[in-house]
């Protein structure tokens, strides 16, 4: 992350006329020097922040505390009623998704006026269009008119052309709460492939776990103040605290944040660091194994089974140094091969590698993650610096890792990886992000609550009556 500033704000302010009758508008805009017709709404009131190069800023607060308002200022789309505003670099900004798209345009048309819009050239979007409609994945949709899209492919359309930029700044105001599983994974992967090439980026959400796992640095907005700045995981605290507190309890809160925010300021996190060396996989790429690609099971009777569609979009290969990871899939214990699971039950995820090369102390390794890209859990072959295997050219190997879906129902992804040992320590032969997409099924007698099930025994005991309940 560079010291350098690609935002400061500087004691930004911005209000807002509001009007009690419809006609008091038009009053003020007759007689201006007479008492005013209206009442100031302060949307912001003095913010004032500094936001380095390449450092990922997560925006929380409830709603109506000028988290939108702000970052329109910050886009130039609106202008503050005092203040100054400095950014540095080129913004693409996810707020408004397919504001400016014309309904009677064609999906190709539209990236050609949106890209317009953004700042790029008819020849930049020539060299783009396929990979904006690659990711889109509209089909042949992408020659009707977007007054015909569903909401689904008009949001895709629009989040292809809106990062189809090379952004300095990435803006992101909840644009991601849309479309499916498998389409909000590749738009976290393609935010985290911006953010590794050194974008700043401001990402706002309802969602803690979401800011705690991109961002580095973390601002509490409420009723146009900062209220708190600092490491994501403090900052969201104080947001959930502030917004499950009783009505009576809240200002003496506010007043506690503020009296704290110079001490919340000096709780910065260290840089993230970004993963270099990436190749990107299409969705069409071969990782599955022959029995899933040829819809090998259906749907059987309550149990486990495996569903043709339910592939990710998002898959990243690392750069091989001499090992393949062929046919990540997941199967029950008696071999069939699976993606919707139930809870609580086991399974088997597994794949095989093939080596180019002579390799020492080799270990494997899975990881679960959410849609996120929040890692769950995973697990390894062994402990680190306790493997024995030793593998040569053409040699193949199967990894098999069993695990219990403890989980709550929703999508997961999972990666496979391999390492060995080398002059430098421990490096990656291969890895794979996103290898497959899994989905638990929705359990009517879970009691388990949150994400993880923790095979929680509940007991409940009646005192007696009058007495009240025990838990």
Not at 5 to 28: E, G, M, N, T, W
Not at 153 to 162: E, G
Not at 187 to 199: L, Q, S
Not at 245 to 258: F, W
Request: hydrophobic content about 40%; charged content about 25%.
């Amino acid at each position: 992350m560079s010291s350098e500033c690609a935002i400061r704000l500087q004691d930004v302010c911005k209000s807002f006329p509001v009007y009690d009758k419809p006609h008091h508008r038009l009053l003020q805009m007759l007689f201006p020097r007479k008492q005013p017709w209206f009442r100031e709404f302060h949307a912001l009131k003095n913010i004032g922040l500094e936001i380095k190069k390449g450092q990922t800023l997560g925006i929380v607060g409830r709603n109506g505390s000028g988290k939108s308002t702000l970052l329109q200022i910050i886009c130039g789309t609106l202008m503050p009623s005092s203040g100054a505003v400095v950014v540095s670099g080129r913004i693409a900004a996810l707020l408004e998704l397919g504001t400016g798209f014309n309904p009677e345009f064609t999906g190709r048309e539209n990236v050609y006026l949106n890209g317009s819009v953004l700042g790029l050239t008819r020849e930049q979007i020539d060299d783009r269009f396929d990979d904006i409609a690659a990711f889109a994945d509209i089909g042949d949709f992408i020659e009707q008119p977007v007054k015909s899209y569903s909401s689904g492919m008009y949001v895709r359309l629009a989040f292809a052309v809106a990062i189809s930029t090379t952004p300095d700044i990435l803006i992101v105001d909840e644009a991601l709460s849309v479309g499916d599983e498998a389409f909000q994974r590749k738009c976290f992967a393609r935010i985290d492939t911006i953010r590794d090439a050194g974008a700043t980026v401001l990402f706002v959400s309802h969602s803690a776990g979401t800011v705690v796992e991109l961002c580095d640095r973390a601002v509490l907005l409420d009723r146009g103040e900062v209220l708190a700045e600092g490491s994501p995981k403090a900052v969201v605290s104080r947001y959930q605290k502030l917004l499950y507190a009783p009505a009576d309890k809240v200002m003496a809160l506010r007043d506690g944040y503020k009296r704290d925010l110079d001490g919340y300021k000096r709780d910065l996190l260290a840089e993230l660091a970004g993963a270099d060396g990436r190749d990107v996989l299409c969705p069409g790429d071969d990782v599955g194994p022959a029995s899933v690609r040829d819809g090998y099971l259906s749907e059987d009777s309550g149990g486990a089974y495996l569903e043709e569609g339910l592939r990710p979009q998002s898959t990243m290969r690392y750069q091989s140094k001499g090992a393949h990871i062929e046919q990540p899939h997941i199967e029950t214990l008696d071999g069939r091969p699976v993606n919707v699971l139930r809870a609580g039950e086991e399974y088997v995820y597994t794949y095989r590698v093939r080596f180019d090369v002579t390799a020492v102390a080799v270990r494997f390794g899975m990881m679960i993650k959410m849609v996120s890209g929040l890692e769950l859990g995973g697990g390894a072959s062994t402990p680190l610096g306790a493997s024995e295997l030793t593998v040569r050219p053409d040699d193949v190997v199967v990894a098999r890792f069993r695990f219990r879906a403890t989980v709550a129902p929703g999508v997961y992804f999972m990666n496979a990886g391999v390492t060995a040992h080398d002059q430098e320590g421990e490096t990656f032969l291969d890895r794979l992000i996103d290898a497959l997409m899994f989905r638990v099924m929705p359990d009517e007698e879970r009691v388990g609550t949150g994400i993880i099930d923790f095979s929680v025994e509940p007991a409940i005991r009646l005192l007696g009556q009058g007495s009240g309940v025990s838990v």
